[in-house]
């Protein structure tokens, strides 16, 4: 049997583990692997592809053709668009989509205020509130449409009648062209504010308390900290709203389709782009036409996004 000295045992314990090349070796991990991206991502891509890019491509490719009566269709190029930007009918709908877009606006700084005031500390039956303004949101189109056309009812509206109660006469405000498409804006407005307050109010949360105890120091009162605290650090949610807002209006159709009616006298000066759209494509059954009126609707619309983008660098503050 073999006896190791100690001293021998102590002389291999000093001595220096051997180096290695340098290259350390790591082992991949299941999770690290790219085909693991493709699994999360692919059914999102997939709904993406198939209900938005695709429709979108086929849109396009519609609007270069004719539809027979009797189904089919032929090419015939630029035809469409040419007939499209001779229609005097798309002025008036471009003109009554411009109008409609810029009230509807308006309601942005209505619920800025709305929820700056249900923001406010101690104020009893909050939750109460929000309900109520966020009930419209979760209505039916139709059942909205209902309750405002009897309210708007020239003969017996309850709008009429509170403006006689004060000796103000009241007007046919559905039939009017003066005020079909301010009637049917007011509706758009109360219908959305409930969505715009909800964002308001997270933004509203978000704002660091320090930053108003600070304000409060420095002698600032409740309007100075509103303008110069309160919408600055709001504007990223101003300017989300107002994005979805823009495009939301110049996509209105069901409340003109609900509260109107074709044969209503206002429907020259209410007849919006996506109406015409409707007009052309399910009434006319021209879905060649109708196609172009959608696609140059798109354009539009991602104009118009873009410009908002490019404007927000000057006025939303991120930080």
């Known amino acids: 049997m073999t006896v190791i000295a100690p001293r021998a045992v102590e002389t291999a314990q000093r001595m220096p583990e051997p180096q290695s090349s340098g290259i350390r070796r790591r082992r991949r991990s299941p999770g690290a692997s790219p ?20 429709p ?10 004719k539809s027979g009566p009797f189904g ?4 015939v190029g630029i035809e469409n668009y040419t007939r499209l ?8 709908a471009l003109r009554n989509t411009a109008i409609y877009t810029i009230i509807a606006l308006i309601g942005i700084p209505l619920a800025v205020g709305i929820a700056a005031l249900l923001n406010t500390a101690g104020l009893k039956g909050r939750s109460a509130y929000r309900t109520l303004y966020f009930i419209p949101v979760v209505t039916m189109p139709a059942a909205i449409a209902l309750v405002w ?4 009812n020239g003969d017996y509206g309850v709008l009429n009648a509170a403006l006689g109660a004060v000796g103000i006469e009241g ?41 108003m ?44 389709y609900m509260m109107l009616g074709r044969s209503n006298p206002a429907m020259p000066n209410t007849r919006t782009v996506v109406y015409l759209f409707y007009e052309a494509g399910f009434l006319d059954n021209d879905r060649g ?7 140059l609707l798109l354009v539009i619309i991602l104009i118009l996004t873009i410009v908002q983008f490019r404007l927000q660098k000057k006025w939303v503050h991120y930080e």
Do not use: C, H
């Not at 003066?178 to 949360?205: E, H, P, R, Y």
């Not at 600032?220 to 495009?247: D, E, Q, Y």
């Open 35 to 54: 085909w693991w991206a493709l699994v999360f991502l692919g059914p999102t891509a997939l709904g993406i592809a198939v209900f938005y890019l695709w």
């Open 56 to 65: 979108t491509v086929r849109t396009l490719i519609i609007s270069f053709t």
């Open 72 to 75: 089919g269709s032929e090419w």
């Open 85 to 92: 930007f001779q229609d005097p009918e798309l002025v008036g």
């Open 149 to 152: 056309r009897m309210i708007y």
């Open 171 to 211: 007007r046919s405000w559905l039939t009017d062209p003066n005020t079909s498409l301010i009637a049917i804006a007011v509706v758009g407005i109360w219908a959305g504010l409930g969505t715009n307050i909800v964002i308001f109010l997270a933004g509203l949360q978000g704002i660091p308390d320090t930053i």
């Open 213 to 256: 105890e600070a304000a409060d120091l420095d002698g600032a009162g409740p309007v100075r900290k509103f303008f110069s605290i309160t919408i600055p650090l709001l504007s990223p949610s101003i300017f989300f709203v107002s994005v979805i807002s823009v495009i939301g209006a110049l996509q209105v159709f069901d409340l003109i």
């Open 289 to 295: 036409y109708a196609a172009a009126v959608a696609f």
